[in-house]
C-alpha cells in the first residue's frame, strides 16, 4: 500500500540530491551543458524568456530531476502492481527484489562498461516499448533526456528505490494498489519540488469541486450536444483530475449506449472526446498516464503486454501562446497593441518551442474549439518579463500587474463555441 506522505519526504530530499548533481556535471561537462544552452539561447532570441541563463536554467534542471525521480515512480507502479512482468526496479516483495537484482546483474554482465544511468534509460527504454506506453520514456516529450546524472547520482536512486525492511525484506515503499488509484500522483507532484511549485502554481484541485465544476460543464453540454460529439478540453490540465472525471463520465454513457461492443473501443472514444495542455511536462506524463491506467482498468487489461494502444489528447505547451484566436477578427486592442492577427505572435506561436512542446498535437489540439472548457488556472503573477509582455501583447485584458488566471479567461472563453458556432445536436442515445 502507498504511504503518500513517507514518499514525499524521501522522494523529495531525493529530488535535491539529483539536482545539485545535474546542476555540478552541467558546471564541469560544457558538452553536457550545451544542449541546454542552445535551448535557452532560442527561447531568448524569441523572447520566450528574459531570464538569466542561469536561472533558467534552474528551472529545467528541477524539471529534468523530478522526471527522473518519476520515470522511476511510473516503474515501480507498474512492477509492483502486476502490469509488467519483468522487473527492473524492485517489485512489491522479496522474491521481487531479488528478481531485479537477477536483471541488473545480467544488464552490466552484457555492458560492463556502463553505468547505472545507462541501467536506469535501459529501464525506460523497455517500459516505453509497451503499447500505450511510448509517449511517456520518448525523446520528444520526456525532460529527462535533456541531461543525465553522473552514473554515481544515477546508483544511489536505483538503491533507494531498494531499500528493504530488514524483517520482511520488502521495499520500503510499496506501490501495490488493487484499485490502481493514480490521484496520489498529483498529491505527490504538488509538493515534491518547492521551486516547481512556486513556479506552476501547483495546487490540488479537490475530487468534490472537480465533479461540481464537472455537472455545470460536461452535464449541459451533453445534453445540448450529445454524448458522442462532445469535446471537452482543460488548457491548464495539471496532473489531469478533470480529464479522468470527463472520461469516466464519457466512458459509462458509451458503454450503456453499446453494451455489446468492444470495451477498449469505446474507451478509446471516450479518450478521443478529452484534451488537455499544459506548460509542466512532468504534470503532463501524469495525467497521461492516470488516463493510461484508467483505460486499461475499465477494459479488464491488466498486463501492459495486453493493451490495446491507447491514444490521448495531452500535451505539453502554453495554451495562452500556442494555437491560434477564434476572435481576432473582433478587432480588440490594448492601447499602442492593434489587431490579435499579427503574423509573427498569433499565426505561428512565435515560431518557437521548447523540445519538450508537442507542436503537432498543440496546432492539432488548440487549433479547434470545444463544447465544454472547463480548469483550475494558476492565480499567480509572471515573473519573467518578456513572457509577460508576450501575454499582454496576445491578450487585451492583460492590464497593470496582472494575474494567470485574467489571460486564461479571456483564452476560456475563446476555446469555447458559442451557441452559433456549431448546430446543436440531440443526445441519441
Not at 498486463?303 to 476572435?327: E, I, P, Q, Y
Request: hydrophobic residues 40%; glycine residues 6%; charged residues 25%.
Amino acid at each position: 500500500m502507498i504511504d503518500s506522505k513517507k514518499l514525499l519526504a524521501d522522494l523529495q530530499k531525493e529530488v535535491l540530491k539529483l539536482q545539485h548533481d545535474l546542476r555540478s556535471r552541467c558546471d564541469a561537462e560544457p558538452t553536457v551543458d550545451a544542449p541546454l544552452k542552445a535551448q535557452y539561447e532560442a527561447a531568448r532570441a524569441r523572447s520566450r524568456t528574459a531570464l538569466t541563463y542561469k536561472a533558467w536554467r534552474e528551472d529545467e534542471l528541477t524539471n529534468v530531476a523530478v522526471a527522473w525521480v518519476l520515470g522511476c515512480v511510473f516503474v515501480r507502479f507498474l512492477e509492483d502492481n502486476g502490469l509488467v512482468e519483468t522487473l527492473h526496479l524492485a517489485g512489491p516483495d522479496a522474491p521481487g527484489l531479488a528478481r531485479a537484482r537477477d536483471q541488473h546483474e545480467a544488464f552490466f554482465r552484457q555492458s560492463p562498461g556502463l553505468t547505472e544511468r545507462e541501467y536506469l534509460t535501459h529501464v525506460f527504454a523497455q517500459t516505453g516499448a509497451f503499447l500505450g506506453m511510448t509517449e511517456f520514456f520518448d525523446r520528444r516529450h520526456n525532460p529527462l533526456w535533456s541531461v543525465g546524472p553522473t552514473g554515481d547520482a544515477a546508483a544511489a536512486l536505483l538503491n533507494f528505490w531498494r531499500r528493504a525492511d530488514p524483517s520482511s525484506g520488502r521495499p520500503i515503499h510499496d506501490f501495490s494498489d488493487a484499485e490502481w488509484n493514480t490521484r496520489f500522483l498529483g498529491d505527490l507532484y504538488q509538493d515534491l519540488s518547492e521551486a516547481a511549485r512556486k513556479r506552476y502554481a501547483l495546487l490540488q484541485t479537490p475530487e468534490f469541486i472537480e465533479q461540481f465544476i464537472l455537472d455545470r460543464t460536461l452535464t449541459p453540454a451533453i445534453a445540448t450536444f450529445g454524448f458522442r460529439v462532445v469535446r471537452m478540453i482543460d488548457p491548464t490540465c495539471g496532473s489531469g483530475h478533470f480529464l479522468l472525471g470527463r472520461f469516466h463520465r464519457l466512458f459509462n454513457l458509451w458503454r450503456d449506449s453499446q453494451p455489446d461492443e468492444v470495451p477498449a473501443v469505446l474507451a478509446q472514444r471516450a479518450l478521443d472526446q478529452v484534451f488537455g495542455v499544459d506548460l509542466n511536462p512532468n504534470v503532463v506524463a501524469i495525467a497521461r498516464f492516470r488516463l493510461l491506467l484508467a483505460a486499461l482498468r475499465v477494459t479488464g487489461t491488466r498486463r501492459l503486454r495486453n493493451a490495446f494502444d491507447f491514444k490521448n489528447n495531452v500535451a505539453t505547451g502554453d495554451s495562452l501562446l500556442h494555437g491560434r484566436r477564434f476572435r481576432e477578427h473582433e478587432g480588440h486592442t490594448t492601447g499602442p497593441q492593434t489587431m490579435f492577427d499579427t503574423e509573427d505572435v498569433f499565426r505561428d506561436e512565435l515560431k518557437h518551442h521548447f523540445d519538450v512542446e508537442d507542436v503537432e498535437a498543440l496546432h492539432r489540439i488548440l487549433g479547434q474549439q470545444y463544447h465544454a472548457v472547463v480548469g483550475n488556472p494558476p492565480y499567480i503573477t509572471v515573473k519573467d518579463r518578456a513572457l509577460s509582455e508576450l501575454y499582454r501583447a496576445r491578450y487585451p485584458s492583460c492590464r497593470g500587474k496582472y494575474s494567470l488566471s485574467v489571460p486564461f479567461m479571456e483564452r476560456f472563453f475563446d476555446l469555447a463555441l458559442r451557441g452559433n458556432d456549431e448546430f446543436r445536436m440531440t443526445n441519441d442515445e
